[in-house]
């Protein structure tokens, strides 16, 4: 019966190992690549940096952005355990929740306007030997849906 006990804990255990090891780290500092990535029926942003912080289960995202106006940055946090995070999103607020699912994270989010909700619907991925960040983006609100393929690269 010890045997038995002892088996199965370590099951557990290499259980609990494999897992850590299918979820990807994004930290780094990613630079959106337009000419390789899809906007879908959006016009192309201007440039765009990502400085990711992922310390599992927590996600700092800063991202800014330049354009012939200036430069905007903005700050995100999440978490990969599936809780609500809440950010602001210029004048509104964002409500979304992440989980893995394998390697890669999908983020739930939902956006309340005066117009109505938008849902965004994001799956982040890495690539290329960790050199390239991909994030598949759904969007469904008032106005339709639509959908984009951005890739960043690692910089």
Known sequence: MKRVAVAFAFLIVLSLAFAAADKSNFSSTWVLDTAKSDFGETSVPPIQ??????????????????????????????????????????????????????????????????????????????????????????FKGPQGEASQKLIYRKK
């Open 49 to 138: 940096t990502n400085v990711i912080e992922h310390k599992e289960p927590n996600i700092r995202m800063t991202t800014t952005s330049k354009s012939p106006q200036g430069e905007h940055t903005t700050g995100r946090s999440y978490t990969t355990d599936g809780r609500e995070n809440t950010n602001s999103i210029g004048p509104g607020v964002a409500k979304s929740t992440s989980k893995w699912d394998g390697a890669k994270l999908l983020t739930k989010t939902k956006i309340e306007g005066p117009d109505g909700t938008l849902e965004i619907d994001d799956l982040w991925e890495l690539a290329d030997g960790g050199k390239q960040m991909i994030i598949r983006r759904d």
